[in-house]
Protein backbone atom coordinates (compact mmCIF):
# COMPACT_ATOMS: atom_id res chain seq x y z
CA UNK A 1 0.00 0.00 0.00
CA UNK A 2 1.44 3.04 -0.84
CA UNK A 3 -1.24 5.61 0.22
CA UNK A 4 -5.15 6.88 -0.94
CA UNK A 5 -6.51 9.11 -3.40
CA UNK A 6 -9.45 10.99 -2.43
CA UNK A 7 -11.61 11.42 -5.50
CA UNK A 8 -14.01 13.70 -5.01
CA UNK A 9 -16.16 14.17 -7.54
CA UNK A 10 -18.69 17.27 -7.55
CA UNK A 11 -21.62 19.01 -10.14
CA UNK A 12 -22.31 22.30 -8.91
CA UNK A 13 -22.02 21.41 -5.51
CA UNK A 14 -20.52 25.15 -4.26
CA UNK A 15 -23.35 24.87 -1.44
CA UNK A 16 -22.22 21.25 -0.63
CA UNK A 17 -18.90 21.44 -0.23
CA UNK A 18 -17.79 23.80 2.34
CA UNK A 19 -18.86 20.89 4.89
CA UNK A 20 -16.98 18.13 2.67
CA UNK A 21 -13.60 19.94 2.35
CA UNK A 22 -14.11 20.81 6.27
CA UNK A 23 -13.71 17.07 7.12
CA UNK A 24 -11.50 16.47 4.72
CA UNK A 25 -9.16 19.24 5.98
CA UNK A 26 -9.59 17.54 9.54
CA UNK A 27 -8.15 14.34 8.33
CA UNK A 28 -5.90 11.85 11.12
CA UNK A 29 -3.80 10.04 8.92
CA UNK A 30 -0.31 9.51 9.22
CA UNK A 31 0.38 8.30 5.37
CA UNK A 32 0.43 9.68 2.23
CA UNK A 33 -2.39 11.15 0.60
CA UNK A 34 -4.13 13.28 -1.72
CA UNK A 35 -7.89 15.01 -2.59
CA UNK A 36 -8.32 15.20 -6.34
CA UNK A 37 -11.79 17.63 -7.17
CA UNK A 38 -12.91 16.49 -10.51
CA UNK A 39 -15.53 18.94 -11.44
CA UNK A 40 -18.18 17.29 -13.45
CA UNK A 41 -19.43 19.99 -15.75
CA UNK A 42 -20.07 22.32 -13.26
CA UNK A 43 -20.98 26.13 -13.65
CA UNK A 44 -21.11 27.58 -10.24
CA UNK A 45 -17.66 28.22 -9.19
CA UNK A 46 -16.90 24.79 -7.72
CA UNK A 47 -13.62 24.33 -8.98
CA UNK A 48 -12.36 28.03 -7.75
CA UNK A 49 -13.90 27.23 -4.36
CA UNK A 50 -11.76 23.99 -4.24
CA UNK A 51 -8.77 25.90 -5.46
CA UNK A 52 -9.25 28.68 -2.40
CA UNK A 53 -9.03 25.65 -0.31
CA UNK A 54 -6.21 23.76 -1.43
CA UNK A 55 -4.22 27.04 -1.15
CA UNK A 56 -5.43 28.20 2.37
CA UNK A 57 -4.57 24.17 3.68
CA UNK A 58 -1.13 23.19 2.77
CA UNK A 59 -0.80 20.12 4.60
CA UNK A 60 -3.81 18.99 1.89
CA UNK A 61 -2.01 17.90 -1.06
CA UNK A 62 -4.72 18.11 -3.62
CA UNK A 63 -5.36 19.31 -7.17
CA UNK A 64 -8.48 20.10 -9.57
CA UNK A 65 -9.16 18.45 -12.75
CA UNK A 66 -11.98 18.38 -15.27
CA UNK A 67 -14.44 15.93 -16.74
CA UNK A 68 -16.42 17.55 -19.60
CA UNK A 69 -18.61 14.81 -19.89
CA UNK A 70 -21.26 14.45 -17.33
CA UNK A 71 -22.02 11.83 -15.54
CA UNK A 72 -20.92 10.80 -12.03
CA UNK A 73 -19.56 7.25 -13.94
CA UNK A 74 -17.21 9.31 -16.08
CA UNK A 75 -16.10 11.93 -13.09
CA UNK A 76 -15.34 8.94 -11.29
CA UNK A 77 -13.06 7.05 -14.31
CA UNK A 78 -11.00 10.45 -14.76
CA UNK A 79 -10.40 10.60 -11.29
CA UNK A 80 -8.96 7.22 -10.50
CA UNK A 81 -7.43 7.56 -13.89
CA UNK A 82 -5.23 10.35 -12.19
CA UNK A 83 -4.71 9.09 -8.61
CA UNK A 84 -1.54 8.42 -7.60
CA UNK A 85 -1.89 6.03 -4.67
CA UNK A 86 -2.67 2.50 -4.70
CA UNK A 87 -6.50 2.88 -2.29
CA UNK A 88 -9.25 4.95 -4.18
CA UNK A 89 -11.46 6.98 -2.15
CA UNK A 90 -14.53 8.22 -3.47
CA UNK A 91 -16.47 10.94 -1.95
CA UNK A 92 -19.26 12.83 -3.19
CA UNK A 93 -19.52 16.05 -2.57
CA UNK A 94 -21.99 15.34 0.34
CA UNK A 95 -20.40 13.00 2.23
CA UNK A 96 -18.34 14.49 5.52
CA UNK A 97 -15.63 11.73 6.35
CA UNK A 98 -15.19 11.32 10.06
CA UNK A 99 -11.29 12.00 11.24
CA UNK A 100 -10.01 8.51 11.38
CA UNK A 101 -11.83 7.15 8.23
CA UNK A 102 -8.65 6.71 5.83
CA UNK A 103 -6.58 5.60 8.56
CA UNK A 104 -9.29 2.86 9.37
CA UNK A 105 -9.67 1.71 5.70
CA UNK A 106 -5.71 1.54 5.17
CA UNK A 107 -5.06 -0.77 8.23
CA UNK A 108 -7.74 -3.30 7.07
CA UNK A 109 -6.41 -3.08 3.20
CA UNK A 110 -2.76 -3.45 4.44
CA UNK A 111 -4.01 -6.51 6.55
CA UNK A 112 -5.97 -8.01 4.18
CA UNK A 113 -4.29 -7.97 0.95
CA UNK A 114 -7.16 -9.14 -1.36
CA UNK A 115 -9.58 -6.63 -0.35
CA UNK A 116 -11.18 -4.81 -3.69
CA UNK A 117 -13.78 -2.82 -2.40
CA UNK A 118 -14.43 -1.54 1.07
CA UNK A 119 -17.25 0.01 1.86
CA UNK A 120 -18.22 2.11 4.98
CA UNK A 121 -21.37 3.18 7.18
CA UNK A 122 -22.80 6.84 6.38
CA UNK A 123 -25.72 8.38 8.61
CA UNK A 124 -28.06 10.98 7.29
CA UNK A 125 -28.10 14.58 7.95
CA UNK A 126 -30.07 17.21 6.56
CA UNK A 127 -30.88 21.28 7.05
CA UNK A 128 -34.65 20.42 8.09
CA UNK A 129 -36.40 17.66 10.13
CA UNK A 130 -36.46 13.84 8.14
CA UNK A 131 -40.29 12.92 7.01
CA UNK A 132 -42.01 10.74 8.76
CA UNK A 133 -41.45 8.37 6.29
CA UNK A 134 -37.65 8.43 6.14
CA UNK A 135 -36.67 6.06 8.06
CA UNK A 136 -38.79 3.22 6.42
CA UNK A 137 -37.28 4.28 2.90
CA UNK A 138 -33.83 5.51 3.94
CA UNK A 139 -31.59 2.43 2.13
CA UNK A 140 -32.04 4.17 -0.95
CA UNK A 141 -30.43 7.28 -0.42
CA UNK A 142 -26.32 5.29 0.43
CA UNK A 143 -27.32 4.99 4.20
CA UNK A 144 -26.72 2.68 6.66
CA UNK A 145 -24.95 -1.08 6.39
CA UNK A 146 -27.62 -2.51 4.67
CA UNK A 147 -27.83 -5.60 7.12
CA UNK A 148 -23.90 -6.21 6.40
CA UNK A 149 -21.87 -7.02 9.30
CA UNK A 150 -17.97 -6.40 9.20
CA UNK A 151 -15.41 -8.64 7.13
CA UNK A 152 -15.52 -10.00 4.38
CA UNK A 153 -18.65 -9.96 2.37
CA UNK A 154 -20.58 -13.26 0.14
CA UNK A 155 -19.75 -12.82 -3.17
CA UNK A 156 -21.98 -10.74 -5.40
CA UNK A 157 -22.50 -8.54 -2.41
CA UNK A 158 -22.35 -4.79 -3.58
CA UNK A 159 -21.92 -1.53 -1.48
CA UNK A 160 -23.31 2.19 -2.43
CA UNK A 161 -20.56 3.94 -3.75
CA UNK A 162 -20.53 7.15 -1.29
CA UNK A 163 -17.55 7.23 0.72
CA UNK A 164 -16.51 3.90 -0.64
CA UNK A 165 -13.03 2.62 -1.05
CA UNK A 166 -11.69 0.84 -4.41
CA UNK A 167 -7.86 -0.94 -5.15
CA UNK A 168 -6.51 0.92 -7.87
CA UNK A 169 -4.95 -2.06 -9.17
CA UNK A 170 -8.29 -3.32 -9.79
CA UNK A 171 -10.10 -0.12 -11.01
CA UNK A 172 -6.96 -0.11 -13.23
CA UNK A 173 -7.52 -3.43 -14.75
CA UNK A 174 -11.08 -2.92 -15.92
CA UNK A 175 -9.54 0.57 -17.57
CA UNK A 176 -6.54 -1.20 -19.39
CA UNK A 177 -8.65 -3.55 -20.31
CA UNK A 178 -11.50 -2.06 -22.02
CA UNK A 179 -13.84 -3.59 -20.02
CA UNK A 180 -17.61 -2.59 -20.94
CA UNK A 181 -19.75 -1.25 -18.64
CA UNK A 182 -23.55 -1.42 -19.11
CA UNK A 183 -24.50 0.95 -16.70
CA UNK A 184 -24.33 4.75 -15.44
CA UNK A 185 -24.76 6.65 -12.49
CA UNK A 186 -26.43 10.14 -11.73
CA UNK A 187 -26.37 12.84 -14.88
CA UNK A 188 -26.91 16.19 -13.63
CA UNK A 189 -30.53 15.59 -12.39
CA UNK A 190 -31.30 12.27 -13.97
CA UNK A 191 -31.17 10.04 -11.33
CA UNK A 192 -30.30 6.59 -13.08
CA UNK A 193 -28.17 4.51 -11.11
CA UNK A 194 -26.14 0.94 -10.65
CA UNK A 195 -22.66 2.27 -11.50
CA UNK A 196 -21.27 1.76 -8.17
CA UNK A 197 -23.23 -1.60 -7.72
CA UNK A 198 -21.48 -2.97 -11.56
CA UNK A 199 -18.07 -2.02 -10.35
CA UNK A 200 -18.22 -4.06 -7.25
CA UNK A 201 -18.95 -6.89 -9.38
CA UNK A 202 -16.66 -6.29 -11.90
CA UNK A 203 -14.00 -5.98 -9.40
CA UNK A 204 -14.97 -9.11 -7.90
CA UNK A 205 -15.33 -10.82 -11.03
CA UNK A 206 -11.54 -10.46 -10.90
CA UNK A 207 -10.70 -12.27 -8.27
CA UNK A 208 -10.85 -9.58 -5.38
CA UNK A 209 -12.85 -9.70 -2.57
CA UNK A 210 -15.49 -6.74 -1.08
CA UNK A 211 -15.16 -5.75 2.68
CA UNK A 212 -18.08 -3.66 4.94
CA UNK A 213 -16.17 -2.09 8.19
CA UNK A 214 -18.91 -0.50 10.14
CA UNK A 215 -16.77 1.81 12.19
CA UNK A 216 -15.94 3.16 8.89
CA UNK A 217 -18.28 6.15 9.44
CA UNK A 218 -19.57 9.38 7.72
CA UNK A 219 -22.33 11.60 7.33
CA UNK A 220 -23.83 11.90 4.20
CA UNK A 221 -25.41 15.54 4.21
CA UNK A 222 -29.27 15.34 2.56
CA UNK A 223 -30.41 18.94 1.17
CA UNK A 224 -33.97 19.36 1.80
CA UNK A 225 -35.33 18.79 -2.06
CA UNK A 226 -34.07 15.54 -1.98
CA UNK A 227 -36.32 14.54 1.14
CA UNK A 228 -39.53 15.83 -1.14
CA UNK A 229 -41.85 12.26 -1.78
CA UNK A 230 -41.55 13.49 -5.68
CA UNK A 231 -38.09 13.47 -5.58
CA UNK A 232 -38.07 10.01 -3.54
CA UNK A 233 -40.52 8.49 -5.85
CA UNK A 234 -38.28 9.27 -9.16
CA UNK A 235 -35.13 8.39 -7.35
CA UNK A 236 -36.76 4.46 -7.29
CA UNK A 237 -37.09 5.05 -10.38
CA UNK A 238 -33.87 5.43 -11.71
CA UNK A 239 -33.00 2.88 -9.62
CA UNK A 240 -35.28 0.25 -10.93
CA UNK A 241 -34.21 1.48 -14.29
CA UNK A 242 -30.93 -0.83 -14.00
CA UNK A 243 -33.24 -3.85 -14.50
CA UNK A 244 -31.90 -6.58 -16.07
CA UNK A 245 -28.93 -5.29 -16.69
CA UNK A 246 -27.23 -6.27 -13.48
CA UNK A 247 -29.00 -9.60 -13.62
CA UNK A 248 -25.87 -10.52 -16.35
CA UNK A 249 -24.12 -9.99 -13.54
CA UNK A 250 -26.00 -11.77 -10.83
CA UNK A 251 -26.22 -14.76 -13.02
CA UNK A 252 -21.93 -15.05 -12.85
CA UNK A 253 -22.29 -15.49 -8.96
CA UNK A 254 -24.54 -18.54 -9.16
CA UNK A 255 -23.78 -22.02 -9.50
CA UNK A 256 -23.36 -23.02 -13.68
CA UNK A 257 -24.11 -19.53 -14.87
CA UNK A 258 -25.79 -19.80 -18.44
CA UNK A 259 -27.66 -17.72 -20.83
CA UNK A 260 -30.90 -20.08 -20.43
CA UNK A 261 -30.28 -19.53 -16.82
CA UNK A 262 -30.29 -15.42 -17.30
CA UNK A 263 -33.26 -15.35 -19.49
CA UNK A 264 -35.32 -17.88 -17.09
CA UNK A 265 -34.71 -15.17 -14.29
CA UNK A 266 -35.33 -12.34 -16.13
CA UNK A 267 -38.43 -13.70 -17.20
CA UNK A 268 -39.22 -15.03 -13.97
CA UNK A 269 -38.90 -11.60 -12.51
CA UNK A 270 -40.74 -9.53 -15.59
CA UNK A 271 -44.26 -11.31 -15.37
CA UNK A 272 -43.71 -11.12 -11.37
CA UNK A 273 -43.25 -6.99 -12.23
CA UNK A 274 -46.23 -6.85 -14.53
CA UNK A 275 -48.03 -9.12 -11.97
CA UNK A 276 -46.95 -6.18 -9.07
CA UNK A 277 -48.25 -3.30 -11.63
CA UNK A 278 -52.07 -4.67 -11.27
CA UNK A 279 -51.76 -5.69 -7.63
CA UNK A 280 -50.21 -2.42 -6.99
CA UNK A 281 -53.18 -0.60 -8.88
CA UNK A 282 -56.05 -2.44 -6.89
CA UNK A 283 -54.01 -1.59 -3.89
CA UNK A 284 -53.89 1.86 -4.69
CA UNK A 285 -57.85 1.94 -5.23
CA UNK A 286 -58.69 0.46 -1.74
CA UNK A 287 -55.01 0.84 0.25
CA UNK A 288 -53.44 3.68 -0.67
CA UNK A 289 -50.02 3.63 1.22
CA UNK A 290 -46.77 5.04 0.78
CA UNK A 291 -44.82 1.61 0.11
CA UNK A 292 -47.48 0.92 -2.06
CA UNK A 293 -46.74 3.63 -4.73
CA UNK A 294 -43.24 3.08 -4.37
CA UNK A 295 -43.84 -0.69 -5.44
CA UNK A 296 -45.94 0.61 -8.14
CA UNK A 297 -43.04 3.09 -9.11
CA UNK A 298 -40.55 -0.41 -9.29
CA UNK A 299 -42.88 -2.37 -11.16
CA UNK A 300 -44.11 -0.20 -13.55
CA UNK A 301 -40.01 0.89 -14.61
CA UNK A 302 -39.28 -2.83 -14.54
CA UNK A 303 -41.81 -3.71 -16.96
CA UNK A 304 -40.44 -0.78 -19.40
CA UNK A 305 -36.85 -1.81 -18.74
CA UNK A 306 -36.98 -4.92 -19.12
CA UNK A 307 -38.24 -4.35 -22.68
CA UNK A 308 -35.64 -1.80 -23.50
CA UNK A 309 -32.90 -4.05 -21.72
CA UNK A 310 -33.53 -7.63 -21.68
CA UNK A 311 -31.19 -8.38 -25.04
CA UNK A 312 -28.79 -5.72 -24.04
CA UNK A 313 -28.11 -7.69 -20.57
CA UNK A 314 -28.00 -11.13 -22.37
CA UNK A 315 -25.21 -9.71 -25.36
CA UNK A 316 -23.60 -8.25 -22.30
CA UNK A 317 -23.71 -12.12 -20.76
CA UNK A 318 -22.56 -13.41 -23.44
CA UNK A 319 -19.54 -10.28 -22.78
CA UNK A 320 -18.48 -11.06 -20.17
CA UNK A 321 -18.47 -15.02 -20.37
CA UNK A 322 -15.53 -14.12 -23.26
CA UNK A 323 -14.05 -11.82 -20.39
CA UNK A 324 -14.30 -14.55 -17.64
CA UNK A 325 -14.70 -18.04 -18.98
CA UNK A 326 -13.63 -19.24 -16.11
CA UNK A 327 -16.48 -18.21 -14.09
CA UNK A 328 -18.67 -20.08 -16.44
CA UNK A 329 -17.62 -23.78 -15.25
Known amino acids: MTGISIVLCTHNGYS ?15 GDWELILVDNCSDDGSSELVSRFLESNLHVAGRVISEPKAGLT ?11 YSIVLFCDDDNWLASDYLEIAYSIFKNNPNIG ?10 EK ?11 SYAVGNNSKKSGKQKLGSAHYGAACFFLKE ?38 FDLWYEESLSFKHFITSPRLDWAYYLKLKKGIASSFPLLNSYK ?20 WFAIKGVFLCQYRSFFRPS ?6 LIETKTKVKSFLQNHNRSIHHFEYLLEKFPLKSD
Open 290 to 295: RKNSVQ
Open 170 to 207: ALDTIHDSNLNMVLSDRKGKELASGGDVELCFLVQLLG
Open 117 to 126: VLGGNGSPVS
Open 251 to 270: IFFENSPSIKKLRKQNYRQF
Open 74 to 84: YARQTGWRNAN
Open 16 to 30: RLPQTLSAISSLNFA
Open 129 to 139: EFPIWFDEFSH
